[in-house]
């Protein structure tokens, strides 16, 4: 048996702005770690202190001479060096040492990324290690991470929200029919918590404060009874800058996130709108799966079917589709090589 095939070493990257997913070929996902980076600046250069977790512990909280950043925004790189030396650190994080060959790796990609970023994106992963690096658009990754059946000659609809962008996708024999990537997702509605608890209360909260409010209690429609479930949350009181703990319940809660669950659901109705109209009757038949983290924000199925008098249904494994999907592809490269767009 050749070396290759006993030590595989090829992997699949969802590079993600709110997290990075590692898939080692015949693993599975094995890393799931924050898209975050701290560092410190010496002399003009950028030393790396930490990656990930401990990372992004650091976030929000870092003395002047340390800096805790996402080289990711809105699903493409923003900081080169820093996403570099990011990748870097997962791949030798899931990569034994002492392998003869360099991994093959296949990244995905927002559908709306440009030339250019793609390039930014193949050059990192190169310069991280890689022997080669191939790109998948992220619609295709999360439907066949979601089981779909994309190579029949039926229409797919795979709504996939992420922390930066939500890409709307209609897929049929295998590739994209319709696209669009809107640039809302798990961030825009961190900060639509922050800024309605600002205007509303005079509370400023930090982002990961945010966060928490949003996987805890957050909803995308009105609770029943006009107020939901409570948590109590901790701030600075910006009429006297002194820290403040205050209650916040779903239903302001679900008035915060209003506008970026609205710009979710116009994206779904432009893409139907858009969508041939054979594949939509196939829609209509199926219905639309969500994939991504922001697919667990409570009660968006139902806003969202409201909102379209569609079946919609939420992945199983909502956050690890795309990771799957992107891994899957590596696994059945011959049937899905149209799919991926290699370097060379």
Request: net charge negative; charged share 25%; aromatic share 2%.
């Amino acid at each position: 048996m050749a070396l290759g095939g006993l030590f595989s070493t090829d992997m699949a990257i969802d590079l993600g702005t709110a997290n990075t997913l590692v898939y080692v070929k015949g693993k599975g996902v094995i890393l799931n770690e924050p898209s975050v980076v701290a560092y410190h600046v010496k002399d003009g250069q950028k030393k790396v202190l930490a990656v990930g977790e401990d990372a992004k512990l650091m976030l929000g909280r870092t003395p002047g001479s340390i800096q805790a950043i996402r080289p990711m925004r809105e699903g493409v790189i923003a900081d080169f060096d820093v996403a570099e030396a990011m990748i870097k650190e997962f791949i030798n994080k899931v990569h034994r040492r002492g392998f003869l060959s360099k991994p093959r790796i296949i990244v995905c990609v927002p559908h709306g990324a440009t030339p250019v970023e793609k390039r930014a994106i193949r050059d990192s992963v190169l310069k991280a290690g890689a022997s080669r690096a191939g790109l998948i658009a992220e619609p295709i990754a999360a439907a066949i991470g979601a089981g779909m059946p994309i190579t029949d000659p039926t229409g797919n609809m795979v709504v996939d929200i992420g922390g930066g962008t939500t890409e709307v996708a209609v897929l049929s024999l295998g590739d994209i029919v319709y696209a669009s990537s809107v640039r809302v997702g798990g961030d825009r509605m961190d900060d639509a918590i922050v800024s309605y608890l600002r205007r509303q209360h005079n509370l400023l909260i930090g982002e990961s404060t945010a966060e928490r409010i949003k996987t805890t209690i957050g909803t995308a429609r009105m609770p029943d009874d006009g107020r939901g479930q409570s948590m109590q949350i901790r701030g600075r009181d910006l009429l006297n800058g002194v820290p403040k703990e205050t209650e916040i319940n779903q239903a302001q809660v679900a008035e915060a996130l209003a506008e970026p669950v609205q710009q979710i659901c116009e994206a779904v109705m432009t893409a139907l709108e858009a969508t041939p109209p054979d594949l939509a009757a196939d829609i209509v038949d199926r219905g639309v799966m969500l994939t991504g983290g922001g697919a667990l924000l409570g009660e968006l199925d139902l806003a969202l079917r409201e909102q379209t008098g569609l079946a919609i249904s939420v992945a199983d494994e909502s956050l690890n589709c795309v990771a799957m999907g992107t891994g899957k592809a590596l696994e059945y490269e011959k049937q899905l090589r149209h799919v991926i767009e290699f370097d060379n």
